[in-house]
């Protein structure tokens, strides 16, 4: 099957320099993300997940190493085009909901989508398509703070697709949901993939990793397994006739 790399990271370093302290958050984590996955990133607390995924969204500049997103060398672009890049190719959904709580649900969608310079009938139309997309368009005219914790975060959802992104990426996005809610979310998200949407989760809980299609384990900041044997194991077939394609 052909498949198309989206993400290539090669030997990632990640320091952090706290007082006078070096912290070596990732070391040397190269990883390959393929179209239409969805893939969860795994480790105990501290090992550097967030910190991967915040390169992996350009919110953390490495301290070095190469990151290919679509064969473009991002992290060469200055930081007015890795701006325009992130708003454009890359949706954010964080483990507390970080709706604007005083305002409306379209309100909220909107505001990435006034950045991308969108019109106003062009607004709404795009606002309206994500909110179906995680069934909530009935919700769009509601406050934020009137949302149930489980809307609140398909909204977060809703409002990380709404500029039609390649790549979706999650820090513990059901961190702080019950089971129930969490089993909605991971459900849209899973809905989502089949729609051609590639999806990156930080997550612990083993139930999540589950529902992807590859774990990507890490350890004290080095990736210990990309998955794809595990993934055979658990019989995902698919993922390894893509695994005897893979490059070395
Ligand atoms: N801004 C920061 N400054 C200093 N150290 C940090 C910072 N962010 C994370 N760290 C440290 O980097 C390591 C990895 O953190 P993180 O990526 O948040 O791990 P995880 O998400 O797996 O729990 C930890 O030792 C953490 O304390
Ligand atoms: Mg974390």
Not at 66 to 86: H, T
Request: proline fraction near 3%; glycine fraction near 8%; charged fraction near 25%.
């Amino acid at each position: 099957m052909d498949k198309e790399i989206i993400i290539e990271t090669r030997d990632l370093v990640k320091d952090y320099y706290d007082g006078g302290n070096v912290i070596h958050a990732l070391k040397a984590a190269s990883i390959t993300i393929y179209k239409g996955e969805m893939v969860a990133i795994m480790g105990p607390s501290g090992s550097g997940k967030s910190t991967l995924l915040y390169v992996l969204g350009l919110l953390h500049p490495p301290t070095e190493g190469q990151y290919i997103f679509k064969g473009n060398d991002i992290l060469k672009y200055s930081r007015e085009k890795q701006a325009v890049f992130r708003n454009r190719e890359l949706g954010f959904v964080f483990q507390s909901c970080d709706l604007l709580a005083n305002s409306t649900v379209f309100e909220n969608l909107e505001l990435p989508l006034i950045y991308a310079e969108s019109d106003r009938h062009t607004r709404r139309k795009k606002i309206l398509d994500a909110l179906n997309l995680v069934g909530l368009s009935h919700r769009v005219d509601h406050w934020a703070n009137r949302l149930s914790g489980g809307e609140r975060q398909r909204a977060a959802i809703a409002r990380a697709l709404v500029n039609n992104p390649s790549l979706i990426l999650g820090d513990e996005p059901t961190g702080q949901l019950d089971q129930k809610n969490t089993d909605v979310v991971v459900q849209q998200l899973r809905t989502l993939v089949g729609q051609g949407y590639t999806v990156v989760l930080v997550t612990h809980e083993d139930e999540i990793g589950a529902a992807c299609d590859r774990i990507i384990r890490i350890r004290d900041g080095a990736v210990v397994s990309d998955g794809w044997e595990e993934a055979a194991q658990r019989g995902r077939d698919s993922y390894v006739s893509r695994d005897a394609t893979a490059s070395p």
